[in-house]
């Protein structure tokens, strides 16, 4: 007696797929960490209108967030490590473009420059206290080193550094664009 092959059963193409990750869109607001032994605000400042490129991110989201980030849009400037605090804003002043830390073309960054203090810092456990902040991806994704910001959390921290919400509209600091 001869036997059969079992015939081979085709894959389950009706399973649904996962879906392919929606892109980031820029709010026009994020949050930069970096340690301030390392790069600091005054550092920042010291470099002037020509700014700095945000080089050294190693990190895919992080990396895809500098991607989507536009000329103008503003950053909180977050000292990590030592002090854990927002201290100044700043804003993107070159788009996304290779990393010149390595020979690696995967990583690229973007240029940012001093824009203002913060009035006062705005400390990691004050924002962490703020029911507003709750979401906010510096209490959710802490490792994170640059992030998303939404519109509501930038007003909110604003107020808390000590800046007039009233004069801040909805796309920031234009009129209060590098004071001290």
């Known amino acids: 007696m001869t036997s059969k092959k079992a015939k081979p059963v085709p894959a389950d193409t009706s399973a649904p797929k996962r879906p392919a990750p929606k892109p ?6 994020w949050l930069l960490k970096s340690e301030p032994d390392v790069f600091s605000w005054e550092m920042l400042k010291a470099k002037g209108a020509a700014g700095e490129p945000w080089t050294g991110v190693r990190n895919y989201l992080a990396r895809n967030n500098m991607r989507a980030m536009n000329l103008g849009d503003l950053a909180f400037f977050y000292h990590s490590n030592i002090g854990l ?15 010149t830390t390595t020979d690696d073309p ?27 902040l709750a979401k906010m991806s510096l209490v959710t994704s802490m490792r994170l080193s640059v992030q998303p910001v939404t519109a509501e959390e930038w007003l909110e921290v604003c107020r808390m550094g000590g ?3 009233h004069d ?5 600091l234009t009129s209060m664009k590098r004071k001290r």
Do not use: Q
Not at 168 to 172: A, D, E, R, S
């Open 24 to 29: 980031i869109v820029s709010t026009g607001y």
């Open 85 to 99: 605090e927002i201290v100044g804003i700043c804003e993107v002043c070159a788009l996304s473009h290779p990393d």
């Open 163 to 165: 800046l007039d919400t």
């Open 106 to 132: 995967k990583w690229e960054c973007v240029d940012v420059r001093w824009v203002r203090d913060m009035p006062k810092s705005v400390p990691l456990p004050n924002v962490k206290a703020n029911p507003k």
């Open 168 to 172: 801040l509209g909805t796309k920031g």
